[in-house]
């Protein structure tokens, strides 16, 4: 008696005869989409559990027929067909047909209307393919009714394709009422077909073109004693769908074996296997077993390893420099493998990614800095021959990036579909989760702060934000923060002291697709934020870019050269364009970028809060800077910031200098580090000028308390947060006329606004403040009124303002599938 209550097929799956390939990475190298035997299908199929075995190519039943003889199978056949109104390809699997009824569907699949109608006629088992994918890109929201109006069946899980449209199609298609259809039918005029149109079954099946995947994803039935029976099965719709989705990780795994069966088929002879060739170095590393441990060579064989070694040495030589350190690259690389055990099994998708992303990863930083040097000297032939020699690291990474994009391909019509139909409405996005992508975030700066402040922010009221780093030391914080070792770092020119780490991107962009990011904040414009441009990109998510930091001013200042200022702005122009929208920290900066060509109606306005409970008055101690030396009895100037060149700290002196001469006697205290301190120091001797170094925590917040003035030159802060910070602290602000200060002062008159390129304008300013006593309580007191209003809460609330709400989906009564992933 057969105890057996399930019946098992898998219903979506290619052969050799599957020879036209739709994926563009297959197109570009010229393979067929599939190699496998039509008795390999068989055997695996049986193998993995499935009770009953179809073969589904591309209209042709070649492969099908190849196995119809042995017992379990039936023939089957993935039909391409058209919408002849705009020529809208679409797959559609039918089952369990004959020669005949296949050599009539080729001859009517040019268009579906005619296709349907002699199926219905034949009552021909048909499931829709991967519905909601757009073949040739030309699938609308009406032809998607138009499909629902026709077909009872549809694929709901496809072994090769990421789960979104599949939890698409389980909501929409599940969840049709008779009056849905009624509506559908008079928007399309058209009738229903069939009996209660509704009502939709689903198959599932591994659309596996590797031969890797074969019944990872499987059609379910009743027990069947015979084909008959299971095809009755499914003709009656006694059916669900079983296995899981896929993902882009296993569809580059795929692409791999059939690039190398291309490469094996087209190029490889010989007992190597080809394996002295770097592109096959690479495929075997990848893909194939290890080797048996070998024996002791004969004397003959060790004579033969000799010459061919010999060769190989030759050829070699006379390699470019470029191509030696490609071939010595690769070899170091693979030599770093560790040897696996003979009885281990071929590599699987993820481990296979994983070496795919160390090579491709570690070729790159490595022809970077070759790049970076060759430049540096002035080699212009041998730094484009590194470019040109790329072809591996292209070739390790071509099949997941385009993976990735073939996944994700159709994000933009999935949302419509969810936005058309109600009962998806809460599938718009993928998720309401953010990344945050940074190349800094333990440094001291603002857009370190920034990050910090403004995520815990989201943290605290229930929004997190992930942040993404890629540090050599994983910072600690209580954030999200996913932190990825670099792959190496280098310095940047002409500011060796800054270090940039070169990310390993597809790690990145794989962490990214696996969490099902809505949205990426970009906060700087370096490697990460590269990284994250290229995510989107492939995965179709919205770009929020924050303009932090005026990069074109720091590179003129440090380089005064206003060729590289003017390439600066290009990249800048570009990298920001990429954005859905580009947040500047203040109006000047808004209208800044206006004017080098930014685009108005994508800019918008993030500011900055303070937290009035970590910085105000009452950390005040009027003999704070006795410690260093000033006289407390003086009124005190104070600045806190990075002491760089760029943010005008030389007006300081000189205005220091110029009030030493007028004869009045302010303190100026200055708070922080950097590479201008030791000048700084040297022009400042005989004034009444401390140096504090670095502070942070309460300290910093006594130092601004405890000073009357807050003074800040600079002309190139986006913002400014050390002047909130101080107005929190009840401190009136003297700013520069440019950049992002005067927003902050300006709103209830808090201080000073002063040209500091006019020669005087700043000894008078701090004349001014100093003398007046009454003048400075005035606008502390509308300081602490201004900090008041600029909370981090506000910020938050006005940064995630324009985030599209979780739509909860309606209540419809509906035919539940389960989704199994």
């Known amino acids: 008696m057969n105890l057996r209550h399930e019946s098992k097929v898998d219903l979506h799956v290619h052969s050799k005869f599957s020879d036209r390939p739709s994926e563009w990475f297959l197109r570009r190298i010229g393979a ?81 209307y005619e296709l349907h109608a002699y199926m219905a006629e034949q009552d021909i088992i048909c499931s829709v393919a991967h519905p909601l994918y757009r073949v040739n890109n030309r699938l609308t929201i009406d032809q998607i009714e138009r499909l629902l109006l026709m077909f009872k069946r549809f694929e709901l899980i496809n072994g090769a394709r990421d789960r979104r449209a599949a939890e698409l199609v389980e909501a929409v298609f599940s969840s049709l009422s008779p009056t849905m259809i009624e509506e559908m039918a008079d928007r399309q005029g058209m009738e229903p077909s069939g009996h209660e149109p509704w009502r939709k079954y689903f198959t599932a099946g591994s659309d596996d073109h590797s031969g890797v995947y074969t019944a990872s994803a499987h059609t379910v039935s009743p027990w069947a004693g015979s084909v008959d029976e299971f095809l009755a099965h499914l003709r009656r719709g006694d059916h669900r769908p079983g296995g899981s989705a896929g993902c882009s990780v296993m569809m580059g795994h795929s692409f791999y074996h059939i690039g190398y069966s291309y490469y094996k088929a087209k190029f490889l002879n010989g007992e190597d296997g080809g394996r002295r060739t770097i592109v096959g170095q690479l495929f075997n590393k990848l893909l194939e077993k290890a080797e048996p441990l070998p024996q002791p060579a004969t004397l003959g064989q060790r004579m033969r390893d000799l010459a061919v070694g010999f060769v190989w040495a030759r050829k070699k030589n006379r390699m470019s420099e470029v191509d030696r350190v490609l071939v010595d690259e690769f070899s170091a690389l693979f030599s770093q493998e560790p040897k696996r055990d003979t009885a281990c099994p071929p590599m699987d998708d993820r481990h296979t990614f994983q070496i795919a992303g160390r090579i491709s990863h570690t070729l790159g930083y490595s022809f970077l800095r070759r790049f970076e040097k060759y430049v540096r000297e002035g080699r212009l032939m041998e730094s484009l021959q590194t470019v040109a020699s790329l072809g591996p690291v292209a070739l390790s990474m071509a099949p997941y990036l385009a993976a990735f994009s073939t996944q994700h391909k159709d994000e933009e019509f999935h949302r419509r579909v969810a936005e058309h139909f109600p009962a998806a409405a809460h599938l718009r996005h993928k998720s309401q989760r953010k990344a945050w992508v940074t190349d800094t975030f333990s440094d001291v700066n603002g857009v370190a702060r920034t990050i910090q402040t ?20 994983a910072p600690r914080t209580r954030l999200d923060l996913k932190n990825f070792a670099p792959v190496g770092t280098f310095g940047l020119p002409e500011y060796e002291s800054q270090t940039i780490s070169f990310p390993p991107f597809l790690d990145i962009i794989e962490y990214i697709e696996r969490h099902r990011f809505n949205e990426l904040i970009i906060s700087t414009p370096g490697p990460m934020g590269l990284t994250a441009l290229a995510a989107a990109r492939l995965l179709g998510i919205r770009v929020t870019g924050i303009y932090h930091t005026d990069f074109p001013f720091y590179v003129r200042a440090m380089t005064e050269d206003e060729d590289l200022e003017e390439l600066t702005w290009k990249y800048m122009q570009w990298f920001y364009e990429q954005a859905h929208r580009v947040l500047v920290p203040s109006d000047y900066y808004r209208r800044h970028l206006i004017d080098h060509h930014f685009e108005p109606d994508r800019l918008g306005l993030l500011v900055r809060g303070v937290d009035t409970g970590q910085f105000h008055p009452g950390f005040r101690q009027e003999r704070f800077y006795e410690q260093f030396g000033l006289d407390p009895a003086q009124p005190t100037f104070v600045y806190v910031g990075r002491v760089s060149m760029e943010k005008n700290l030389h007006l300081l002196v000189g205005a220091m200098r110029e009030l030493a001469e007028r004869g009045r006697e302010f303190n100026l205290a200055v708070v922080g580090d950097g590479p201008y301190l030791a000048k700084m120091k040297s022009q400042c001797r005989g004034l009444p000028v401390a140096f504090t170094g670095f502070l942070d925590g309460e300290q910093l917040a006594t130092a601004y308390a405890s000073a009357d003035v807050m003074l800040f030159p600079s002309e190139s802060d986006t913002f400014g947060n050390a002047v909130l910070e101080a107005q929190a602290s009840g401190l009136p602000a003297i700013v520069s006329e440019r950049g992002g200060p005067p927003d902050i002062v300006r709103p209830h008159d808090s201080g000073l606004i002063v040209d500091v390129g006019q020669p005087g304008a700043l000894a008078d300013a701090m004349q001014r403040l100093g003398e007046d006593a009454g003048l400075r309580r005035e606008m502390s007191q509308r300081a602490l009124v201004n900090a008041s209003e600029r909370t981090w809460a506000k910020v938050l609330a006005q940064f995630l303002e324009d985030e599209p709400a979780a739509e909860a989906a309606p209540m419809i009564e509906r035919q539940r599938v389960p989704l199994l992933t």
């Open 32 to 112: 067929p989409e599939c190699y496998v035997e039509p008795m390999d299908i068989y055997h695996r199929a049986r193998q993995r559990g499935m009770d009953f075995v179809t073969i589904s190519d591309h209209n042709c039943i070649r492969g099908a027929m190849e196995i119809a003889h042995l017992p379990g199978t039936f023939i089957s056949n993935e039909v391409t067909t058209y919408f002849p109104e705009n020529g809208c390809k679409v797959h559609a699997l039918v089952c369990g047909i004959g020669e005949e009824q296949f050599r009539e569907i080729q001859h009517l699949r040019e268009n579906i």
């Open 454 to 473: 403004l995520a815990g922010e989201a943290q605290r009221h229930g929004r997190p934000i992930t942040v993404l780093t890629c540090l050599e030391q």
